[in-house]
């Protein structure tokens, strides 16, 4: 509205600057006819009493002598003045010249203009527009006071046609009036342009910011505060209507890894098609918002039974699942749903959003890519989460993090290798939590690369106090190699802990390198070149396990536990596939150790497979540094039969 006014006093000022300039015109023209005609008239009346000696008596009304008449004549031929009249000193007319005669009048007329101007013996002008015929359309009336001698002779009026005249003067200054107004109109209209735009980007951007204090700038859905309003008006009218409403988180699955093949903008491009997948499906009076890097919410305002809210969370889940076309490629993606529903699981806002929060977390435990409903129970599972945190935090700023080493044996003869470093944690009564437990939430809170740093440089110092055959194997998350130069960390914890290179193991998944994998595979040829082994950990249960061994030089790979765990006498598939594993690995010229070996028939399996390693329960559980003594590892060394596993969980050597 203020812009429209300020429009408005521009194109008056603008408006008024034209009218001005072309009354300035007219009236400049006018005082230059005017100045014109004096000139013109005083002139031809200076002609006139030079060459007509008997003016005196023409004006007393005597006949003019033919010396006269021909000057009359010549003047009228010239066309100096279309029209004179002679007048005496009292104002009263005598000769009239025209186009057509020269003669005396037979009646006088008496003349005001004409008696002032001999009385005052200054001319008087009157510029004025033909309206008769044989008048010119603009001329002007010149009464000149005739002085010979100073003195009065005669007052003789000219009429001289000024119609020319008036055309060039008032085309000059048009023409400048013109220009004069385009010059002023850039003048002023180049500046005000330029206003106008500022003024207008400058309301356009108070709308954006209007509208990003109450929507994502991504995909221009409702933000979390905006969702939060709107959802405790649409409570307020379910506890007063009594109806119920439905609160959905929707996220999506494993985001981090998509969002790190495909880069920010690919990521970026996954969360507006998203977005545009929650609008097809919702109605049109559903709340949707994105409360998170890839976290977006619903309210639906009123729904007749929680059947309702899963038919649009299951549409939700399969929107979601078809194939995204992003820069010409196909990605696949799964989101998982957590609801809530009012009043039954909460009536307040932040209740509400906190239910279906912690419903979303119940559907990624139980596989993603599903949907579930808010319970009681998960209110203890928030509880138990929260302490896990707690504790996580205080064992970062307190070193409450604990190693434990796992034996691994070397095939077939029984003799211990080295060991696998393991990350321990115990609550607050000294009981321990299970890694599968406290290492997701350790991720979550973004802790885990600096709690990776520690778990390399402790295990390192406590390896270096072993015996010099054994090596120790530590694994590697990605989070550490987001941290920073992972080579320079493990060149420093070589040279402070004094291990030898060939003595320590990095462990990575393909998880690692599912993200930049030329970056990763420079980084880790480096670390290689240390002497350092670098083993492709849990091989078997990724989608490009097998890509990723002829573009890297892996010293070990590790069969997966799961391999163990679903071998069964009576299904030899299991069998077939770790023994093609094992002769992949040594085709490529790199060791193989066989995971989760828990039971004598899978100790007589893996015997009889030639694999290089064994690990598992069979051979010892993960023990603490302090319970690894060295006269214990001296005597395994000199073992010449295999290790068992003790009732009591210590490790025995079957003589």
């Not at 057509?100 to 009385?119: F, H, M, P």
């Not at 010293?555 to 536990?561: N, P």
């Not at 002769?583 to 010229?589: A, C, D, E, I, P």
């Amino acid at each position: 509205m203020a812009i429209h006014r300020s429009l408005l006093v521009v194109i008056s000022a603008l408006l008024a600057l034209v009218v001005g300039t072309c009354e300035a015109v007219k009236l400049t023209t006018e005082h230059l006819l005017y100045e014109d005609a004096t000139a013109t008239a005083e002139q031809w009346a200076r002609n006139l009493a030079e060459n007509v000696r008997d003016l005196g008596q023409i004006a007393g009304g005597e006949e003019p002598s033919s010396r006269s008449l021909s000057y009359f004549t010549w003047a009228q031929r010239l066309g100096f003045v279309f029209r004179y009249v002679i007048y005496n000193r009292e104002g009263y007319s005598q000769l009239v010249a025209d186009q057509d005669t020269i003669s005396l009048v037979n009646i006088s007329k008496y003349s005001a203009d004409a008696a002032a101007a001999g009385r005052e013996q200054r001319p008087i002008v009157a510029v004025r527009s033909g309206g008769t015929a044989g008048l010119p359309s603009f001329f002007a009336e010149a009464f000149v006071p005739v002085i010979v001698d100073g003195r009065l002779v005669a007052t003789v009026v000219a009429y001289v046609d000024q119609t020319a005249q008036r055309d060039r003067i008032t085309k000059t200054f048009l023409t400048a009036a013109i220009a004069l107004c385009l010059l002023t109109g850039l003048a002023f209209g180049i500046p005000a342009a330029a206003w106008y735009r500022r003024t207008k980007e400058k309301e356009r951007a108070d709308a954006e910011i209007r509208f990003l204090a109450l929507h994502d700038g991504m995909t221009r859905l409702f933000n979390r505060a905006h969702l939060k309003n709107e959802l405790a008006a649409a409570l307020n009218r379910v506890t007063a209507l009594g109806r119920q409403l439905a609160v959905h988180y929707i996220d999506l699955d494993h985001f981090k890894s998509i969002n790190d093949s495909l880069g920010h903008n690919g990521g970026d491009a996954m969360i507006r098609l998203t977005a545009e997948r929650i609008r097809a499906v919702v109605r049109s009076d559903d709340i949707v918002a994105r409360i998170g890097g890839d976290e977006f919410a619903i309210v639906q305002p009123a729904i007749a039974d929680v059947a309702e809210a899963e038919g649009l969370a299951r549409r939700l889940v399969e929107a979601i699942s078809r194939p995204f076309n992003i820069d010409g490629s196909e990605v696949m993606a799964t989101a998982s749903v957590g609801i809530a529903v009012a009043p039954r699981d909460g009536t307040e806002t932040d209740r509400m959003l906190k239910s279906a929060d912690l419903a979303l977390y119940k559907a990624k435990a139980d596989g993603r890519g599903c949907c579930r409903f808010f319970t009681s129970e998960m209110d203890d599972e928030l509880r138990v989460r929260l302490e896990i945190e707690t504790l996580v935090r205080a064992a970062m700023a307190n070193d409450g993090f604990d190693l434990h080493f796992q034996p691994q044996v070397s095939m077939p003869d029984g003799r211990l290798t080295g060991f696998e470093a393991l990350l321990r944690l115990d609550d607050h009564d000294g009981n321990p939590i299970p890694p599968a437990v406290f290492v997701p939430v350790a991720e979550e809170m973004g802790l885990i690369g600096a709690i990776g740093a520690w778990v390399l440089r402790h295990a390192c110092v406590v390896a270096a106090q072993w015996p010099a055959h054994l090596t120790v194997a530590v694994n590697l998350s990605p989070a550490q190699f987001q941290l920073g130069c992972i080579y320079d960390a493990v060149t420093a914890v070589l040279a402070e802990s004094g291990l030898a290179p060939r003595r320590l193991e990095l462990e990575i998944t393909e998880t690692l390198l599912l993200r930049d994998t030329d970056a990763i595979i420079t980084e880790l040829t480096r670390i290689k070149r240390l002497g350092v082994a670098i083993v492709m950990d849990d091989f078997g249960t990724g989608y490009s396990s097998l890509g990723y061994l002829w573009r890297f030089p892996f010293d070990k790979i590790k069969i997966d536990q799961s391999f163990m765990h679903s071998l069964k006498s009576s299904d030899e598939s299991v069998r077939t596939i770790v023994k093609a594993i094992i002769g992949l690995g040594h085709s490529l010229n790199m060791r193989v150790t066989v995971e989760g070996v828990e039971r004598a028939d899978q100790f007589d399996f893996v015997r009889d497979v030639a694999c290089d390693q064994v690990q598992g329960f069979y051979f010892g559980r993960p023990l603490a540094a302090a319970d690894l003594p060295g006269r214990l590892l001296a005597d395994v060394e000199r073992a010449s039969t295999r290790p068992a596993m003790a009732g009591d969980g210590k490790l025995r050597v079957v003589k």
